[in-house]
C-alpha cells in the first residue's frame, strides 16, 4: 500500500454494475468505494433505510466516520450530544468517541465517509445478500460484538432507540 500522502495511485471509476451491496442492521448498504478501489485510504457507502434503521451505540479506533445526509433525518448521538442531522448536513466523528444513529424520518438516504477504510469490510462481512430479504434476522448481539472487534470497532451500547 501506498501511504497516504502520494495520493491516488490510479484513477478509479465504479458504476452499480461493479459496486456491491447488502442487506445491513436493517438497511440496504451500497459499497461506492471500498478499500479495494482506494488501497484503504478511504471508503464511501450508501445507506438506505427506513424510520427505525439503526446502529448500536460504537466507537471505531482507526477511522473517523463521516456522514453525510442526502435525504431524510437522522439523530445523532455522539459522545454525550444528540443531533437531529437533516438533509444537507454534515457530521464527522472523531475515531475513538462512541456515537449512534438511528433514522427518525419515514425514509432517508445517506453516505458515510471512513478515512481510512476498514468498515466497508466490516459491512460486507455482516451484511446479507440483497436477495435474502429486509426481514433477515440481525446478528446476535454476542456475535455482531464479536465481528465488530475484529474490524476494530468497539459495541459499547444497545442499538439507539428511535
Same mark, same amino acid.
Given at each position: 500500500m501506498t501511504s497516504a500522502s502520494q495520493g491516488a495511485a490510479r484513477?478509479?471509476?465504479?458504476?452499480?454494475?461493479?459496486?456491491?451491496?447488502?442487506?445491513?442492521?436493517?438497511g440496504i448498504v451500497?459499497?461506492?468505494? $471500498?478499500?479495494?478501489?482506494?488501497?484503504?485510504?478511504? $471508503?464511501?457507502l450508501e445507506h438506505t433505510g427506513e424510520r427505525?434503521?439503526?446502529s448500536p451505540l460504537h466507537l471505531h479506533e482507526a477511522d473517523e466516520e463521516t456522514f453525510l445526509v442526502l435525504?431524510?433525518?437522522?439523530?445523532?448521538?455522539?459522545? !454525550?450530544?444528540?443531533?437531529?442531522v437533516g438533509s444537507g448536513a454534515l457530521a464527522l466523528? !472523531?475515531?475513538?468517541?462512541?456515537?449512534?444513529?438511528?433514522?427518525? $424520518? !419515514?425514509?432517508?438516504r445517506f453516505l458515510t465517509l471512513h478515512t481510512p477504510s476498514g468498515?466497508?469490510?466490516?459491512?460486507?462481512?455482516?451484511?446479507?445478500?440483497?436477495?435474502?430479504a429486509g426481514d433477515a434476522? $440481525?446478528?446476535d448481539p454476542q456475535e455482531l460484538t464479536r465481528i465488530a472487534a475484529q474490524h476494530g470497532i468497539q459495541i459499547v451500547g444497545p442499538p439507539l432507540l428511535p
Open positions: 484513477p478509479v471509476l465504479t458504476d452499480p454494475t461493479t459496486q456491491g451491496a447488502v442487506n445491513f442492521l436493517g451500497r459499497f461506492r468505494a $471500498s478499500a479495494q478501489d482506494t488501497d484503504g485510504r478511504f $471508503s464511501v427505525g434503521y439503526m435525504e431524510g433525518t437522522l439523530r445523532v448521538e455522539v459522545g !454525550p450530544e444528540t443531533h437531529s466523528l !472523531p475515531r475513538g468517541l462512541a456515537h449512534g444513529f438511528v433514522v427518525t $424520518s !419515514p425514509q432517508a468498515f466497508d469490510r466490516f459491512v460486507a462481512e455482516i451484511g446479507l445478500p440483497l436477495d435474502q434476522a $440481525s446478528p
